[in-house]
């Protein structure tokens, strides 16, 4: 069992930055491919942006945050990072954390992630 933690999330004015951390409790991080997921209010879960453990860690991203938000990883410290530049009030939506051990094309699907966070809410204002 992995316990995602996430954190760094807040109120925020168009055009900011804020930057999430997922921490996880896993001796064995640097094997998941980690990615961040977002829900809105009345909308469904979507795919923000992912990290993979292979290839150096190749990264994938929605195109509504492509350019504008960067996903890392620190396997030293167990901790993924999902930084959100030039927010937009449409980014607001509470951010989760999700853990994959599975191999994906894209890992842009939910079924993709064994373990998920609580989640982070992150409010932009216009």
């Known amino acids: 069992q992995v316990q995602l933690v996430e954190s760094g999330g807040g109120l925020v004015q168009a055009g900011g930055s804020l930057r999430l951390s997922c921490a996880a409790s896993?001796?064995?991080?640097?094997?998941?491919?980690m990615g961040w997921f977002r829900q809105a209010p009345g909308k469904e879960r979507e795919f923000v942006a992912a990290?993979?453990?292979?290839?150096?860690?190749?990264?994938y991203y929605s195109d509504s945050v492509k350019g504008r938000f960067t996903i890392s990883r620190d396997n030293a410290k167990n901790t993924c990072y999902l930084q959100l530049n030039d927010l937009k009030p449409e980014d607001t939506a509470v951010y989760y954390c999700?853990?994959?051990?599975?191999?994906?094309?894209?890992?842009?699907?939910?079924?993709?992630?064994?373990?998920w966070g609580q989640g982070t809410q992150v409010t932009v204002s216009s």
């Open positions: 896993t001796l064995t991080f640097s094997s998941y491919t």
């Open positions: 999700a853990a994959s051990t599975s191999y994906s094309r894209t890992y842009s699907s939910q079924s993709d992630y064994l373990y």
């Open positions: 990290i993979s453990w292979r290839g150096g860690g190749t990264s």
